[in-house]
Each structure stands twice: as structure tokens, then as C-alpha cells.
């Protein structure tokens, strides 16, 4: 498989559920992102792991933890979310770090719902 | 503040016709922009990448153009199709900060036969 997946595609969960989204790249990248995309709004970049380090973390709260086993891998663990957390999750992947001109190739998204 | 702006925020045209969609930008020190094309329940995907000394690229019937000065862009889109329905997301990318990236919130094209 090829380029950035994401597990699962679609997720609805009560506030109480502790859930977990997948990401994964094949693209031989060592950085990797989340972000947040809700209706009408920009993306929100929420966390950053740079050769399996986090190097960002923009004021996400703490109901949402990331882990980064491996550069090929990241994981966004859920518990205790809100309703209005519900939104498009994609993971991302560039060659390294943050820089400017590296491209950032993304995953389809997690479409999650929280009732 | 860093921002993106995007125009319109939604359109509809007939297949076969040309759309222009707009980026303004307030970003400094510019490294560079960026088009995303990003379908329906797809993650987005790079068209265009422009730096300073750049006016005008393009990639296939997708033309974006950059004015640095007045920091404007622009992707035009040439004899649309139905699959050029998507989101087109303008990013300018800074050299300064930890998150040098700055999204625009995209502009909604449909494309209808």
C-alpha cells in the first residue's frame, strides 16, 4: 500500500468512549502531523513528531494524546471528547521537520463523530 | 497575524467553463504558497507550489499565478470537468515560527453538466 492511511475512515463515539485513530505512511518520511478540519474553517495543525519526537503541540486539550512509536506510524488517542470535537482528523507526512518547502502528503481522514 | 484569505467561498459553473478562484495573503517573511486540491472524503493534495521569484505555473489545465507585491494568487481552472468538483485550499508557508504553514479556509467548486 501506498502514500498515507488512516483507520478508521468514519467513527462515532459517546464522550464517555476511549477511542484510538491510525495513521500510517509508506513514503519513507520521518515527520508526521495531525490536524483538525471543521466546516468553514482553515486546518488546524494540533500536533507535530519530527524523527518520532514532538516538536509541536498548539494548545490541543489533553482528552486528545498522540503517540509516535516509529516514524512510519501515529496515533491519535481519544477519551472523554465533546461534541463539538467532532470533524475530519487527517494525518500528514513530510520528508522532514517543519520546514517550509517540504510538501505534506496527507491521509483521507477519520470523519468522527461525538454524540 | 498571519492569515489566509480565500474567494469565493463557494461556486458553481458549467462543465467546460473557466473559473478563477483568489488568495490573499498577510503572511511574512513568504517563503511559499501552495494549491491543495482536495476531494470529497479525501485528504488534500498539492497542485501548484509557487516561490517569490515565481509569477505563473501550471499544471495541466490548472494555472496558478503569484503577485508577491500586492500578495495575491490565483488558480485558474481551464475547460472544467465534473472531477474538478473539490475543495482548492491556498497554504503560504513562512520561514519564521515552528508552524510556518498558514491555511486558507478553501473555496468550494462544483462543477455541473
Known amino acids: 500500500e501506498t502514500g498515507v492511511t488512516q483507520t478508521p475512515r468514519h467513527l462515532v463515539m459517546g464522550m464517555t468512549n476511549k477511542k484510538s485513530l491510525k495513521c500510517e505512511q509508506h513514503?519513507?518520511?520521518?515527520?508526521m502531523y495531525w490536524y483538525k478540519q471543521s466546516a468553514k474553517k482553515p486546518l488546524e495543525l494540533m500536533f507535530v513528531?519530527?524523527?518520532?519526537?514532538?516538536?509541536e503541540n498548539n494548545s490541543v486539550p489533553s482528552r486528545f494524546s498522540p503517540e509516535c512509536p516509529n516514524s512510519s506510524h501515529l496515533f491519535l488517542h481519544l477519551h472523554t471528547l465533546q461534541p463539538e470535537d467532532s470533524a475530519l482528523y487527517l494525518c500528514?507526512?513530510?520528508?522532514?521537520?517543519?520546514?517550509?518547502?517540504?510538501?505534506?502528503?496527507f491521509g483521507p481522514g477519520t470523519r468522527l463523530t461525538v454524540l | 497575524k498571519n492569515q489566509v484569505e480565500q474567494s469565493p467561498q463557494s461556486l458553481i459553473i458549467l462543465e467546460g467553463k473557466n473559473c478563477t478562484l483568489q488568495?490573499?495573503?498577510?503572511?511574512?517573511?513568504?517563503?511559499?504558497l501552495r494549491w491543495y486540491k482536495q476531494d470529497t472524503g479525501r485528504g488534500p493534495v498539492s497542485l501548484t507550489i509557487?516561490?517569490?521569484?515565481?509569477n505563473t505555473k501550471s499544471n495541466g489545465r490548472y494555472t496558478a499565478t503569484l503577485d508577491a507585491d500586492t500578495k495575491q494568487s490565483s488558480l485558474h481552472i481551464t475547460a472544467s470537468q465534473l472531477s474538478d468538483s473539490a475543495s482548492y485550499i491556498c497554504?503560504?508557508?513562512?520561514?519564521?515560527?515552528?508552524?510556518?504553514?498558514?491555511f486558507g479556509k478553501g473555496t468550494r467548486l462544483s462543477v455541473i453538466a
Open positions: 500528514a507526512s513530510s520528508r522532514e521537520g517543519v520546514s517550509s518547502y517540504n510538501e505534506q502528503f
Open positions: 513514503l519513507g518520511h520521518n515527520a
Open positions: 513528531y519530527n524523527f518520532k519526537e514532538q516538536t
Open positions: 488568495c490573499n495573503y498577510t503572511v511574512s517573511p513568504f517563503s511559499n
Open positions: 509557487m516561490t517569490f521569484s515565481e
Open positions: 497554504v503560504v508557508s513562512s520561514y519564521s515560527g515552528n508552524t510556518p504553514l498558514v
